[in-house]
């Protein structure tokens, strides 16, 4: 039987360096390259049939378009929209003396800039030019202070638990 040859070929946002190895059942990996720039391996299978069209760029980008749409629709509440309910969590957080998390931001005084706290649209503009995405969070770099711009990113869970206050650096 003659190898499979995909080199060169592309496959939605995929196009096909070379070949990766295999799996142990014999499944071709491909080593691609994503229109985003990210390298990925694909299983062969997966690929022909059109099943792997990317990275996984593209999902992140389906699910914000989808969130963006039912913001947009009229009959859809504002709450149901993902980034909605994190930018009232992190208001909630600072501002509500009676929100459980109260003590570690609010009685800190752990603020929101006056940007953000005035503008949902505001927080929406920038978390979607920084990288927002479904499985990504809030996240303060530095985590004595506030939530504003140059100090807040979209960050995984471990990046989130590497960045606690009760940290220390070991050297």
């Known amino acids: 039987m003659k190898p499979l040859q995909l080199e060169g070929e592309k496959f939605g946002r995929l196009t096909v360096l070379n070949r990766a190895g ?17 390298m990925f391996i694909a299983h062969s299978q997966r690929l022909k049939s059109g099943q792997t069209k990317s990275c996984g760029c593209l999902n992140k980008e389906l699910i914000i378009a989808r969130d963006i749409s039912r913001r947009k629709k009229k009959d859809s509440p504002l709450n149901s929209y993902r980034l909605y309910r994190i930018y009232n969590g ?5 501002y509500n003396p009676q929100d459980h998390r109260a003590k570690y931001y609010h009685n800190l005084g752990i603020q929101v800039c006056k940007e953000w706290l005035d503008s949902f649209e505001a927080f929406e503009a920038w978390s979607l030019s920084h990288g927002y995405a479904e499985d990504l969070s809030i ?14 990113r979209w960050a995984t869970a471990k990046e989130q638990a590497n960045n606690r206050r009760s940290n220390r650096e070991v050297h």
Do not use: H
């Open 22 to 38: 295999s799996t142990k059942q014999g499944v071709s990996l491909w080593l691609c390259k994503c229109d985003c720039g990210a």
């Open 90 to 94: 992190m208001k909630s957080r600072c």
């Open 139 to 152: 996240d303060r770099i530095n985590p004595f202070g506030n939530y504003e711009p140059n100090n807040c």
